[in-house]
């Protein structure tokens, strides 16, 4: 007893060891969030917990919520109750440095691309980083080079939007997310404004993006890249988390009735 | 009609177009403010440029004129020209509208922009700076173009307080020649010409931007 008292109180973990708990912490951490818009109640109390590395992929039918519940982690939408904690830090759109800092380390891609218009596709990439990270343009355009040219885009480099496929732009926005270096990218239904042709295009990028370790939260109805690398499936059911678990879980085995059903839906 | 005489009606024109470019000018600054005044969260700002707007436009310019004209000499005791009077009514007028156009265009940018440009970690400030307003200025030309050439043909209110410009050039000619219809002729003539040539800038611009964009 006394020895172990001893140990207790001169214990501090090494650097390694702390290292190692980081790790294991969860890197988005969301506890009993509820949103509603007056009448209308939108999430109903969701829990999720995303590690370093993890590939999560919310599914659910139109209005179940996903979106939002995926605005909700960079503050782009409020909500009223519960807890959002991004790398340690806790989202509250009412403290503007704390979420500038949530979203410095949060990407999003958007359904329908969002692309700056009245810019070229290197300018739509580098804008964030010389602003936000006040990164000099040479560097930021090397940067963003890298990227474009990992993307397949190097030739695209000089276009606005306007000229680029649907596939393109999106290829594009997620250079663009991804130019700000964050430890997390959140997908909102990336393929859902694409021409079927495209949509391969999209996906490949997201997959070797997941196979090179970065932590994804994919809202989408493509089971294929569901299978292919999450880790784990949340469907969303009017505001609720009516099942979560592998794809082989979710898949083979879907418990509820509801699940089942869009299953059925979507895989036929 | 002689040359000389027209020759004296395009130089008032030139004067006109002077004080209009001057007065879109001052009106654009002051407008592109109100609008930001205007879309701010702040209670007072906003109220204070509704009220703005609201008083220039929906009081005629004539009397906004005169309001200027005799009211400088007798709450600031400054005694100025015609032109000066002319350049602050154009600007005060204008801005009005100016901050409705600009209102609107920045209104008009997609939602989603602000979402992008917020989601990447600009501020409000930056998104505002770097994606909505390079927008809505592009969307804002042809209103400014439709704003300058009807302030170009309301600027011929001026004249009522003295101010020499083509319209007051052509009441002086007639009454010293009594030709009525070929000085007030050439005069819209002129004035047609000056309207019509902005408006077709206005929508080749249009063409142009909506490309670029």
């Known amino acids: 007893m006394r020895s172990e008292r001893k140990v207790n109180s001169f214990y501090r973990p090494s650097a390694k060891e702390i290292e190692y708990i980081m790790k294991s912490e969860p890197i988005i951490k969301i506890q009993g969030v509820h949103k509603w818009f007056g009448d209308l109640y939108v999430l109903k109390g969701i829990d999720i917990s995303v590690n370093k590395g993890e590939v999560v992929v919310i599914c659910g039918v139109s209005g179940s919520g996903k979106s939002t519940l995926l605005r909700c982690i960079n503050a782009l939408e409020t909500f009223q109750k519960g807890s959002i904690i991004v790398d ?11 979420v500038r800092e ?9 359904q329908n691309f969002n692309l700056f218009p009245h810019l070229n596709a290197i300018d739509n990439i580098t804008l964030a980083p010389r602003q936000v990270k006040k990164v000099n ?5 090397q940067q963003a080079m890298k990227l474009l040219a990992q993307m397949g885009l190097s030739d695209k ?13 999106q290829r594009v926005a997620i250079t663009r997310a991804l130019a700000m270096d964050p430890m997390v990218m959140l997908f909102d239904e990336p393929t859902s404004a694409l021409d079927p042709e495209m949509i391969k295009e999209v996906l490949d990028a997201m997959i070797s993006l997941a196979q090179k370790g970065m932590t994804m939260i994919v809202v989408t109805h493509e089971m294929g890249f569901a299978k292919c690398v999450a880790n784990k499936i949340i469907f969303l059911d009017q505001g609720v988390i009516l099942e979560e678990g592998s794809p082989q879980e979710l898949f083979e085995n879907p418990k509820h009735k509801r699940t089942k059903e869009f299953l059925n839906h979507i895989l036929t | 009609m002689t040359w000389m ?18 007065g879109i000018i001052l009106g654009c600054v002051l407008g592109f403010c109100l609008s930001l005044m205007r879309l701010s969260k702040i209670k007072t700002l906003n109220m204070l440029s509704l009220i703005y707007v609201e008083l220039f436009r929906d009081s005629p310019l004539l009397i906004q004129l005169f309001l200027i004209f005799y009211g400088l ?8 020209s015609a032109l000066v009077v002319a350049t602050i009514a154009m600007t005060l007028n204008s801005s009005a509208y100016i901050a409705e156009i600009f209102k609107s265009a920045i209104g008009g940018i997609m939602k989603g922009q602000w979402d992008a440009s917020y989601s990447l970690g600009l501020s409000h400030l930056q998104s505002l700076r770097y994606v909505i307003l390079p927008q809505a200025f592009r969307i804002a030309i042809p209103p400014l173009i439709n704003q300058f050439v009807s302030m170009l043909k309301s600027s011929s209110l001026a004249s009522i307080i003295g101010f020499v410009e083509i319209t007051k050039l052509a009441t002086m000619i007639r009454s010293r020649t009594f030709t ?5 002729g050439v005069t819209a003539a002129i004035y047609f010409v000056m309207c019509y040539g902005l408006s077709r800038l206005g929508s080749y611009l249009e063409k142009r ?5």
């Open chain 2, 180 to 184: 009525t219809f070929d000085v007030l």
């Open chain 2, 73 to 80: 000499p007798i709450l600031f005791k400054v005694q100025t």
């Open chain 1, 137 to 141: 343009k040479r560097e930021a355009e």
């Open chain 1, 102 to 110: 949530v979203r410095k380390r949060v990407g999003i891609v958007f």
């Open chain 2, 209 to 213: 931007l909506e490309i670029g964009t």
């Open chain 1, 157 to 169: 480099k000089k276009s606005y939007p306007i000229s680029l496929s649907g596939g393109q732009k």
């Open chain 2, 5 to 22: 005489r027209v020759l004296l009606l395009l130089r008032g024109a030139v004067v006109a177009l002077e004080v209009c470019t001057l």
């Open chain 1, 88 to 98: 340690g830090l806790s989202v509250n759109a009412n403290n503007r440095k704390f």
